[in-house]
């Protein structure tokens, strides 16, 4: 399949190999997958403007945050914080406590890629990255909460900073179905968003607007480690399908690699993540027995109308 490629809604099986998280969670967690939503496609909030012209917004879920502020809690923390575009990687901290954090560790851009997006600005991908990223630990399940009160304030400090479009990257399977719902919900509230998912079949349930589906491990939305040219290539092929996305819902396949010979060796390094971290691991194991509300279960479409989403 190739760049231009898409993928039809609605698809549990897309005919191609994808990382499947629920077999991460019986076989290693112990933990039985809660039943996904499954939402009509969303109303899009049109472009107003040519990518090159364009100031992007940046919405983390890995809990990005500095030593001077308030640390984000390790799930269920609806705040979020201010990164500003200025202040290097090098001090930046994880709050995520999820096994996969080990990616954003050894390089904070496969998840907040800060760097990437002021490369795209410097050759001119872009027109401007915006003044601050919103960074929120994604491991959330109140999700009425979060479509009806979080997703307004972060469409106003994005609208505040001139933001034609913002960037979302979820990092654990959880974040992938509160940031569906958060991006939907900020796309109602007139900020047009994309999405970058590393987990197909959430994606085709939450159907987040302009999505683009990258076949990497979870907690690289954004690429590998230390690669900062495949870094770029990969946001950039990202926000240019959300420039170029069309009003029927399909979800893009990326055309890049984890390995170069297409082996997928790195699904038994993301279970043995899991496997091996056990301070981290009972971390994962206690945010997931904290999240009480379940989104799938036949209530998709009146959820949508209560919550603008």
């Known amino acids: 399949m190739t760049d231009v490629d898409q993928i039809a809604s609605g698809l549990e099986s897309p005919g191609f190999p994808v990382f499947d998280?629920?077999?991460?969670?019986k076989n290693?967690?112990?933990?039985?997958?809660?039943?996904l939503p499954d939402f009509d496609a969303p109303e899009l909030t049109p472009l107003r403007v040519p990518l090159r012209e364009a100031t992007i917004g940046l919405l983390v879920s890995c809990g990005a945050y500095f030593p001077d502020q308030p640390r984000l809690g390790q799930h269920s923390d609806l705040s979020y914080r201010l990164l500003p575009r200025e202040r290097e990687l090098d001090d930046v901290l994880i709050a995520h406590m999820t096994p996969i954090r080990a990616f954003a560790l050894a390089d904070p851009n496969v998840a907040y890629p800060r760097d990437t997006m002021l490369d795209l600005e410097r050759d001119g991908v872009i027109g401007r990255y915006a003044d601050n990223a919103v960074s929120m630990v994604g491991s959330i399940s109140q999700f009425d909460e979060l479509a009806t009160e979080v997703a307004p304030r972060i469409a106003e400090e994005f609208t505040a900073m001139g933001a034609d479009l913002v960037l979302t990257v979820p990092f654990c399977p959880q974040c992938h179905v509160a940031f569906g719902v958060l991006a939907r919900a900020i796309e109602r509230r007139g900020v047009p968003t994309a999405s970058i998912t590393t987990l197909y079949k959430q994606a085709t349930h939450l159907k987040p607007p302009r999505a683009s589906f990258l076949d990497f491990p979870l907690g690289c939305p954004a690429g590998r480690p230390r690669e900062r040219a495949q870094q770029r290539e990969i946001v950039t092929a990202a926000l240019q399908h959300a420039e170029q996305a069309g009003p029927d819902w399909a979800l893009k396949r990326l055309p890049f690699q984890w390995a170069a010979d297409g082996n997928r060796d790195w699904e038994d390094l993301v279970a043995d993540l899991y496997r091996t971290d056990n301070a981290?691991?009972?971390?994962?194991?206690?945010?997931?027995?904290?999240?009480?509300?379940?989104?799938?279960?036949?209530?998709?479409?009146?959820?949508a109308i209560r919550c603008a989403c």
Do not use: T
């Not at 009480?292 to 479409?301: C, D, I, P």
């Open 21 to 25: 998280p629920d077999k991460l969670l």
């Open 28 to 35: 290693v967690l112990g933990i039985e997958p809660e039943p």
């Open 280 to 303: 981290i691991r009972g971390a994962a194991l206690a945010n997931a027995k904290a999240h009480k509300q379940v989104l799938g279960g036949g209530n998709e479409r009146e959820f």
